[in-house]
């Protein structure tokens, strides 16, 4: 699959599902606010249990009451980051006509890796990963899961072979992490990498 050009990636849609790894997607949300990207944010109703569990968070289960939590919390405005709930069937990641320059899945539950693979857009979140493969746009799916059963592989491959980047939560050590922040950084760094976007969370390999 060949994608437009990432260095114009502006607009993100940027959807928490229901795996371990909360941490990692509300890092790179942080990171791509900094970044002065557009994000459409979408979560599930696992996810918001995840979320409670793994972190100080609390994903509000109306759309509009968390956008306001947390464009307060980033400081930043209202059209800068906006959350759709899961059933927003004309919100701008349904339709192919206003589809975002990219998506994450982070983290990529593997319930909706297989939705997705299956092409069952039962949700906004598949939905909008539908768009993105049919409209031959950048599609990042971040799995945290372990072990991985044959099922699992067998639809991260399909995925593979549609396009879509599969960039597991698997930190590396190399560059001596110091704490869990680093190991979440470093796992940040490479979904921001695929993106084109600019990061200073860890040098690059042979930089000083």
Not at 92 to 106: K, L, Q, T, Y
Request: hydrophobic share 50%; net charge neutral; aromatic share 6%.
């Amino acid at each position: 699959m060949l994608y437009p050009d990432t260095t114009a990636v502006h607009t993100i849609t940027l959807a928490f599902t229901g795996a371990s790894g909360m941490a990692y997607g509300l890092r790179l949300l942080e990171c791509l606010l900094a970044a002065d990207k557009t994000v459409w944010l979408l979560y599930s109703s696992a996810a918001q249990t995840v979320a409670a569990q793994e972190t100080d968070f609390a994903l509000l289960a109306d759309p509009a009451q968390c956008q306001k939590m947390l464009c307060a919390h980033f400081q930043v405005r209202a059209e800068q980051l906006r959350v759709f709930g899961k059933n927003e069937w004309f919100a701008p990641p349904a339709s192919g006509s206003h589809v975002a320059d990219a998506m994450v899945i982070c983290p990529a539950s593997m319930g909706s890796v297989a939705a997705i693979a299956a092409g069952m857009s039962d949700n906004l979140i598949e939905r909008a990963a539908d768009v993105c493969i049919k409209e031959k746009r950048l599609l990042i799916v971040v799995p945290r899961e372990m072990p991985l059963s044959a099922i699992h592989l067998e639809n991260l491959l399909k995925l593979a072979r549609l396009g879509v980047c599969v960039l597991p939560a698997a930190p590396g050590f190399y560059q001596r992490p110091q704490s869990v922040a680093d190991l979440v950084d470093f796992v940040v760094a490479r979904i921001l990498d695929q993106l084109r976007i600019p990061h200073n969370l860890m040098p690059k390999w042979g930089g000083k």
